[in-house]
């Protein structure tokens, strides 16, 4: 997937992704167009909204980033970055609702996988 001119998300075929891959643009006329909500709901990819926070998790005593609070289509939710590392359900909760009261919208209690497409 990448970003369209006018803040719609292309949906490539694989065939476009490998010319892409070379430096050929796509015809945004051979494939279908799809909004960021959309986009953020197939892969988790929190470059599709706006990152309003991130959990830290430790993995063998080393912190990484566990997951991101993204903000679409006007509410928050979570998108985990390692589902192997998983952060606790109860630490996503406290810090999402945190993140509500502080921007003033709602925080959706499910997780996304952030997962290549």
């Not at 390692?82 to 810090?95: G, H, K, Q, T, Y």
Request: net charge positive.
């Amino acid at each position: 997937m990448s970003i369209h001119r006018k803040n719609r998300v292309c949906l490539l075929e694989r065939w476009e992704v490998e010319e892409l891959r070379r430096d050929i643009k796509p015809n945004c006329r051979n494939h279908r167009h799809i909004s960021k909500a959309e986009a953020f709901e197939l892969s988790g990819n929190p470059r599709y909204g706006k990152i309003v926070g991130l959990l830290q998790t430790r993995d063998a005593a080393k912190p990484m980033v566990g997951g991101y609070f993204v903000e679409i289509a006007g509410r928050i939710e979570f998108t985990i970055t390692n589902p192997r590392s998983e952060p606790p359900s109860d630490l996503i909760r406290a810090e999402g609702l945190r993140l509500e009261k502080r921007h003033g919208i709602p925080f959706i209690e499910r997780k996304v996988i952030l997962r290549e497409i």
